[in-house]
């Protein structure tokens, strides 16, 4: 089993950044893609930033602002996010699995992180 945990959420103003951390505990971090989403109060989870299908990728929302980060030695991934804009305000979920985070499914998740972007 995987046990993840994140951190580094909080209240930002517009154009500031945050650095979200996940710790992971279990099994090792290189037998699996690692990544995060988000789930804003009445929307649908979806994927924001990962080590999937062989390289990193960001959901187009994101792309310029985010940079996805991992070490597999420490068990360790990161969301360093800049230029944060309200609509990135949202739980943000740590996930891993063997081959599946760009289509949406882990079988690890996080218990979620706040992040809250004021205007």
């Known amino acids: 089993q995987v046990q993840l945990v994140e951190s580094g959420g909080g209240l930002v103003q517009a154009g500031g950044s945050l650095r979200l951390s996940c710790a992971g505990s279990?099994?090792?971090?290189?037998?699996?893609?690692m990544g995060w989403f988000r789930q804003a109060p009445g929307k649908e989870r979806e994927f924001v930033a990962g080590?999937?299908?062989?390289?990193?990728y960001y959901a187009d929302s994101v792309k310029g602002r985010f940079t996805f980060s991992r070490d597999n030695a420490k068990n360790t991934v990161s969301l360093q996010m800049n230029s944060l804009k309200p609509e990135d305000t949202a739980v943000y979920y740590c996930?891993?699995?063997?081959?599946?985070?760009?289509?949406?499914?882990?079988?690890?998740w996080g218990q979620g992180t706040q992040v809250t972007v004021s205007s």
């Open positions: 080590f999937t299908w062989g390289d990193v």
């Open positions: 279990g099994r090792t971090f290189s037998n699996y893609e």
């Open positions: 996930a891993a699995d063997r081959s599946r985070l760009r289509i949406g499914k882990a079988d690890y």
